[in-house]
């Protein structure tokens, strides 16, 4: 495995792992708010495909914003049956699952198999940056939705941990009855996290669908909703352990391919595909696990998922 | 000063019997208006859409109904299993991989293991045990690591299922593919649970109908988990635990083991269910065999809420929809009206547990 192998392991892993990372980075601050959103999958789904759907009709920016704005009306659905009706939060989110899910199947029926498959973001590389070695190609030779991304991880890590808005998240999601006594509007603070979370997951949606693998095919993200739900527990609700799992998991994800394109022996047997497409929701098991061990489920908001 | 209403909500003290009951019916009403309004938006006419369902489902004459029974076997069995684990707020997300893997055993004992010859008795026990034992070692592997890790079974459960997906599509595909093509070999005919069609010589009318035995079986085991959860111990201890684990624990009841054979036993329905949709439907391994049973089960334990009486009832509500969707494309529409109406009956839920009042009362004038 030459060197080259592993840059373009590295780069994909990061141009997959985005995706994965602005959905972990929007379930952070909704689950730090306190609400739990399990529909990210759904949301990912049908951004995925109204976002294909815009940019055939007016071009990638289009789509994305369309993408943006699917994922925020799907948060703020969650957010009104979660904070207003007090509903249990694990069915209301397994429920927009459904209906994400099956939005997007329907809809996306007339876009599957279209050539150009949609109008998608070019990579844009950092004039400069790009040409130094290893560091070059696998940081700074990707679209700019993976640069929104770098650039978000601080920022939203400020936003929690600095500010005072990031404060009354935080104490929304540990005693909201204790934030309602000192003036914090915790409906409201809910409200805009959730949404903030539906929107960053429509930003998720849309930039797989127009990013990394252009187009759309019904069932397109392939469990990786789930997988930012899991990422936001194994990096204990911080942006930057979440950010180092969804580019691992972008690169788990590329590995099977890169293996079999290795040329050796055991992995061009086919056979063995199968089983390496296994991998990635196998290691998820195991990170889980390790996370759990680790206790880094001591770190959940103390009110995570209460009605 | 003026007069004007305040709207007060408050919980609810004693859930209200009959809004119990009218809640969800309420809210299946709003999920089948707001579906018919997603339909239209998708340029879909919903009345002739919700017509054909129902003529396909239920109206269409005696073989709809044995079509709708068919396709609500296993979404019984998989609903029985989603219930037993949910009681004990262990959510179960994962019945469609532990199907998968079911009826991967299944096929196997049918294939390799159980000869030909063997008395029809003898080789559907051994495939229905085989069945059971995957999906119970599916579903117990969520079990285990929530009780030893406390790991989420959501998520576990969840991303077992895409391994069972990868896990069946290399037998479909590869090693047990019939001559290369993207199935496994048929059936031997002792394989075949018994259907009404069978019966066609002595009367007529049955000719051609595709309700299997395998529906009998869900009855009998929707019977059986009633007992379970009403009558025995184990029922009474999983109950404790989903509404207080603490409680469960101080009163000596062993809290861990129950989680995993709560889990074990519904993935171990899921895996029967798998095996009687192969025995009784499919006669074979392949992919895409199942339009989502386990996740539909999801939603189908949770309107019935969790009683076994009240799953056979909406197990065949929901399969009538199944099968109706297959006249309209395209076929998410199932899904997304699972959707919808499930949002609904959540969103509806509301009204049973919090009460609104309207109290005189007045506004100082600023």
Known sequence: ?307 | MTWAPKIVVEPRIERSRSLLFLSPMAGLAAGILLGAVGLEILGIRSGAAFLAILRAGFTGGPYSLSDTATKACPLILCALGCAVAFKAQLWNVGAEGQLLVGAWAATGIATFVVPAGAPSVLMLAAMAAAGAVAGAVWGAIPGLLRARFQTSEILTSLMLVYVAVHWNNYFIYSAWSDRGFQMTPLYPENAWLPRLGDLAGEAPAFSGMTLHAGFLAALVAAGWLWVLLKRTRFGFELHVSGLNIKTARHAGMPVKRNMVLAMALSGCMAGLAGMCEMSGVVHRLQENFSPGYGFTAILVAWLARLNPAAIVLVSLLLSGLLVGSKQIQPSGIAMMLQGVVLTSVVAADFFARFRIRFEPGVQEEA
């Open chain 1, 1 to 307: 495995m030459s060197p080259a192998f592993f840059e373009n392991l590295f780069a994909a892993g990061i141009a997959r792992g985005t995706p994965l990372l602005l959905a972990a980075l929007g379930e952070i601050v909704a689950e730090r708010s306190g609400v739990l959103n399990l529909g990210l999958e759904g949301i990912m789904l049908a951004s995925a495909m109204t976002g294909v759907a815009a940019a055939h009709a007016a071009g990638p920016l289009a789509g994305l914003a369309a993408a943006v704005a699917v994922g925020a009306a799907f948060g703020l659905l969650h957010a009104f049956l979660s904070v207003s009706l007090r509903c249990d939060q694990v069915v209301t989110g397994l429920a927009l699952v459904f209906v994400g899910a099956g939005l997007a199947s329907v809809g996306g029926a007339p876009l599957v198999g279209l050539s150009p498959a949609a109008p998608h973001f070019a990579a844009l590389p950092i004039p400069g940056l790009e040409d130094l070695p290893f560091f070059g190609p696998v940081l700074f030779s990707h679209s700019w939705l993976v640069y929104l991304g770098f650039a978000a991880v601080p920022v939203v890590h400020y936003f929690l941990t600095r500010t005072s808005w990031g404060l009354a998240v935080t104490a929304c999601g540990e005693d909201p009855m204790a934030a309602l006594a000192v003036g914090v509007r915790v409906a409201r603070v809910r409200y805009s996290c959730v949404a903030f979370g539906g929107a960053m997951a429509g930003l998720a949606g849309g930039t797989l669908s127009l990013s990394v693998t252009p187009g759309w095919v019904d069932g397109l993200t392939g469990g990786q909703g789930w997988i930012a739900v899991g990422l936001v527990i194994v990096g204990g609700w911080r942006p930057l352990p979440a950010a180092a799992g969804a580019f691992l998991f972008g690169a788990i994800h590329r590995l099977s391919l890169d293996l079999q394109g290795t040329g050796h022996e055991f992995f061009q047997d086919p056979n063995v595909g199968y089983f390496l497409n296994m991998l990635p929701y196998l290691s998820a098991i195991v990170v889980l696990v390790v996370a759990s061990v680790a206790r880094r489920q001591a770190g959940a908001p103390a009110s995570l998922g209460r009605s």
